[in-house]
């Protein structure tokens, strides 16, 4: 089992940047896929991108050039770093650990974008 816990959100300007946070109980050395996710409003949940237990990352389509998913296996934390933020990204953020078949969510992290 794992407990995730997101931080980092807010209201941000159009064309800012924003790094999201997400602290796991457990050494992320253990955790096979760890990454992102979000809900637009009235939308499903879309993934935004994962990294593996080395480290490396792969997007959702929409998110290539944009957004950045990375680990700090020294703090058990994984990084979304947003780029050029847009009105349309505002979404509820949240992270997601796949272990073994499981998924594990946190309680997301809010970002909203003005224009």
């Known amino acids: 089992q794992v407990q995730l816990v997101e931080s980092g959100g807010g209201l941000v300007q159009a064309g800012g940047s924003l790094r999201l946070s997400c602290v796991a109980s457990r050494s992320i050395f253990s955790i096979p896929a760890l990454g992102w996710f979000r809900r637009l409003p009235g939308k499903e949940r879309e993934w935004v991108g994962t990294?593996?237990?080395?480290?490396?990352?792969n997007y959702a389509d929409f998110a290539k050039g944009r957004f950045t998913v990375s680990r700090d296996y020294a703090n058990n934390t994984v990084y979304l770093q947003i780029n050029s933020l847009q009105p349309e990204y505002t979404a509820v953020y949240y992270c997601?650990?796949?272990?073994?078949?499981?998924?594990?969510w946190g309680p997301g992290t809010l970002v909203t974008v003005s224009s």
């Open positions: 997601n650990a796949d272990m073994n078949g499981m998924d594990y």
């Open positions: 990294t593996n237990s080395v480290g490396n990352p």
